[in-house]
């Protein structure tokens, strides 16, 4: 069975105006290390949560965190007095949907 963020963070990598190349050296991954780590069909690799946190960062991408939330019961929302980061991702903040 694939992972359904697997997909998501594969297809984002894949899909970036950054080629996947260019990203892997900016998050300090071999290129070949960081595609498999996101092949949804290679079930011998895993993505580390450290990654896929510079992921989002590097690209600007926050679906799998919104897809963490959403399996959890919680919707994310732009917060007006979050930090900083390294690009353009909104700051969030957490709220239940119950």
Do not use: F, W
Not at 12 to 29: C, H, R, Y
Not at 46 to 70: D, Q, S, W
């Amino acid at each position: 069975m694939l992972s359904e963020l697997t997909k998501i963070v594969h297809g984002i990598v894949l899909d970036s105006p950054t080629p996947a190349k260019a990203l892997a050296k900016e998050i300090g991954k071999p290129y070949s290390t960081l595609l498999r780590e996101i092949n949804p069909y290679d079930t011998g690799a895993k993505l580390g949560v450290e990654t896929l946190l510079e992921i989002m960062k590097h690209t600007g991408n926050i679906k799998p965190l919104e897809y963490m939330a959403r399996q959890l019961g919680y919707r994310l929302e732009p917060d007006a007095g979050g930090a900083e980061i390294h690009r353009p991702l909104l700051p969030l903040r957490m709220s239940a949907e119950r």
